[in-house]
């Protein structure tokens, strides 16, 4: 069975700190995606990593894609209020298949 | 426009109740997911379809079951609800498959079978 462990599962921090968030595997990935999730909603994409190595940034969120592409870590810079919520990782499988991470809740105090 | 609209937003069952949960999309997506999502767990995949006339099981299809009559429309069906079928539904769609285009969730439906 493969898994998709995230670190931390939970983070309390306050406004204005630096954070980052681990999606781990022992498999290998096709494309690694990660969503953000409010409560009483949806996940939501936020960005696709494809290629080993990558980095990709979304104003203050750098994603990357481990070389091996069976890791991938988020890091938000100066994080905000509004950075709050459920950050969830996920990965495409040989299958075509999503392997999901169990998330990790962000609360950004003020 | 709506994206993916599921209905209802909450609901109170039985134990051995049946209902339906619906999923629509208006954005002419081929593929069609539903998936659970238990607390401190990953989402699971419960069923698929890649096209109107076909559906597939996912990792925990056990106790639903699927129909895929047309694009827009993708229920789910529980038979005889357990209180292991607490938790939120959400559907999700995509153009293609997970390897080339991402997902786009409904708001889900919390469910509780006590």
């Known amino acids: 069975t493969q898994l998709l462990e995230q670190s931390p599962q939970f983070l309390s921090i306050q406004e204005g700190e630096n954070l980052t968030v681990y999606c781990n595997s022992s498999s290998v990935f096709s494309s690694l995606q990660w969503y953000r999730q409010e409560p009483g909603e949806g996940p939501v994409l936020l960005v696709t990593?494809?290629?080993g190595g990558e980095v990709k940034k979304l104003k203050r969120l750098t994603f990357q894609f481990g070389d091996a592409r069976k890791d991938s870590s988020l890091h938000i810079t100066a994080a905000q209020t509004g950075d709050t919520g459920l950050y969830l990782c996920a990965g495409a499988n040989s299958n075509y298949q999503l392997i999901w991470g169990a998330g990790t809740k962000l609360i950004i105090k003020p | 426009n709506a994206g993916v609209t599921q209905t209802p937003k909450f609901r109170i069952l039985k134990i051995g109740q049946s209902m339906t949960l619906q999923c629509a999309q208006d954005m002419n997506h081929n593929y069609m997911y539903w998936y659970r999502q238990d607390p401190g767990m990953g989402l699971k995949l419960i069923y698929y379809?890649?096209?109107?006339?076909?559906?597939d099981k996912g990792e925990v299809p056990n106790g639903y079951n699927v129909s895929r009559s047309t694009t827009e429309d993708f229920p789910l069906r529980l038979e005889l609800a357990a209180p292991s079928q607490t938790s939120v539904y959400f559907c999700?769609?995509?153009?293609?498959?997970?390897?080339?285009?991402?997902?786009?969730f409904g708001n889900g439906t919390r469910l509780t079978v006590t």
């Open positions: 990593v494809v290629t």
């Open positions: 379809s890649v096209g109107a006339g076909i559906t």
């Open positions: 999700a769609s995509s153009p293609q498959g997970i390897k080339n285009s991402p997902l786009h």
